[in-house]
Structure formats: structure tokens, C-alpha cells
T-cell receptor, first 115, second 114 residues
Framework: GAGVSQSPSNKVTEKGKDVELRCDPI?????LYWYRQSLGQGLEFLIY????????KSGLPSDRFSAERTGGSVSTLTIQRTQQEDSAVYLC?????????????FGSGTQLSVL | GNSVTQMEGPVTLSEEAFLTINCTYT??????LFWYVQYPGEGLQLLLK?????DKGSNKGFEATYRKETTSFHLEKGSVQVSDSAVYFC?????????????FGTGTRLTIIP
């Protein structure tokens, strides 16, 4: 597609449920990032994929968070046993390759609300 | 660690006013500095960048100069328009063997009134 696509745009869930957030990067982009944007906070780095390399998971806040990227394209961020503090906007970004990370192209995000 | 501190918002200005949004940083090594902008209903997009000291990034009438001595990268525009209303994020990345993650500030919401 023309840009980074994320779905759903909004997700409301109950505490304790699992959620899956999807990111479809720009075709041909080898680098993919997940960030979290909480109210009053900056963009918090979560995880980074680059080609076939092992992902950089250093930003995942707990073991309830995981992500995968199948076939070097679509990525899914999974949050298990959601908590209220997980409520945030989850942003996905892609770039042509890791050396040009400044040219990140962002999706519009998924607004997650945990009740 | 690396961090970015930017001016808290929200900021409200009249059209044609002068804009400054302050940004200071802490980083190991020699960071590249960025301003990203998020217009209502849209994803973040790169506004401008500077990759070394004294460089000036500019785009759409916005400017920011990389000041190493004051570790700052303030965003300025001489005459703002209603269409500039958005959230502005200052960010940095530090060379890390090709794995340069962006570190963002908290964002500053700017509203321009006619």
C-alpha cells in the first residue's frame, strides 16, 4: 500500500483479555518498529525488526508483550492478560533499512483502551 | 542514557505569530536530531533533521539548529498558520552499529487560532 497500515484503529477490551494489533508496513521496507504513546508520555520504543535478524526486544515492558513478523512483512503485537496501564496508542513504523532509521514512516496507530 | 526534554504544552498562538518550541537532549556519542510532526488524524512524519553540530534543518518554514554547546534543537517558525496546528515531537538517534532507535520527547501540542 501507499503507507503503513495499522488495524484496528481502536480497540476496547476488558482487563485480563488478550489483544492482537496488526501492522502492515510499506512494501519493501525491511525495518519495522513498534512504539507506544501514552498520555503525557513520549513515544516509548517497544520492539524492532530488521530483515531476518533477531528482533531487538529491549523495549518490551513485560513478558505479557510479544511481537512477531511473518515473512518479513506484516507484524503482530500481542498483549496477554491486558492491564489498565496498557491503555495507550500503539504506533508502528517502517523504514527502508536500519541505516536510514530517521526516515521512519508511521501508521496512524491503534488506540487501545483497557477497561 | 539518551533522553529528550521538550517544552510542555499545549501552546496556543495567533496566526502569524512567532513560534519557538524548546528541545534539549542528553546523549552518549554524537546524536542526530529530528523534529517529527503529527497532524490531526494522521501518522507522525519527519519535519526536519540535523546530523551534526551547527547544522540547520529546515522545512515548510520551520527551522532548527543543532547546538552542541547547549545540547539544544529548538524549533522555530517566523509566522505560523492555522494549518501548523499539530503535535510536535523532538527526537534523537545515536549511532549504534546500524541499529539506531529513535528516542522521542513527550510532544508539544500546538494550536493556532485565526
Amino acid at each position: 500500500g501507499a503507507g503503513v497500515s495499522q488495524s484496528p484503529s481502536n480497540k476496547v477490551t476488558e482487563k485480563g483479555k488478550d489483544v492482537e494489533l496488526r501492522c502492515d508496513p510499506i512494501s519493501g521496507h525491511t525495518a519495522l518498529y513498534w512504539y507506544r504513546q501514552s498520555l503525557g508520555q513520549g513515544l516509548e520504543f517497544l520492539i524492532y525488526f530488521q530483515g531476518n535478524s533477531a528482533p531487538d526486544k529491549s523495549g518490551l515492558p513485560s513478558d505479557r508483550f510479544s511481537a512477531e513478523r511473518t515473512g518479513g512483512s506484516v507484524s503482530t503485537l500481542t498483549i496477554q492478560r491486558t492491564q489498565q496501564e496498557d491503555s495507550a496508542v500503539y504506533l508502528c513504523a517502517s523504514s527502508l533499512d536500519r541505516r536510514t532509521n530517521e526516515k521512519l514512516f508511521f501508521g496512524s496507530g491503534t488506540q487501545l483502551s483497557v477497561l | 542514557g539518551n533522553s529528550v526534554t521538550q517544552m510542555e504544552g499545549p501552546v496556543t498562538l495567533s496566526e502569524e505569530a512567532f513560534l519557538t518550541i524548546n528541545c534539549t537532549y542528553t546523549a552518549t556519542g554524537y546524536p542526530s536530531l529530528f523534529w517529527y510532526v503529527q497532524y490531526p488524524g494522521e501518522g507522525l512524519q519527519l519535519l526536519l533533521k540535523a546530523t551534526k553540530a551547527d547544522d540547520k534543518g529546515s522545512n515548510k518554514g520551520f527551522e532548527a539548529t543543532y547546538r552542541k554547546e547547549t545540547t539544544s534543537f529548538h524549533l522555530e517558525k517566523g509566522s505560523v498558520q492555522v494549518s501548523d496546528s499539530a503535535v510536535y515531537f523532538c527526537a534523537l538517534s545515536v549511532p549504534n552499529f546500524g541499529n539506531e532507535k529513535l528516542t522521542f520527547g513527550t510532544g508539544t501540542r500546538l494550536t493556532i487560532i485565526p
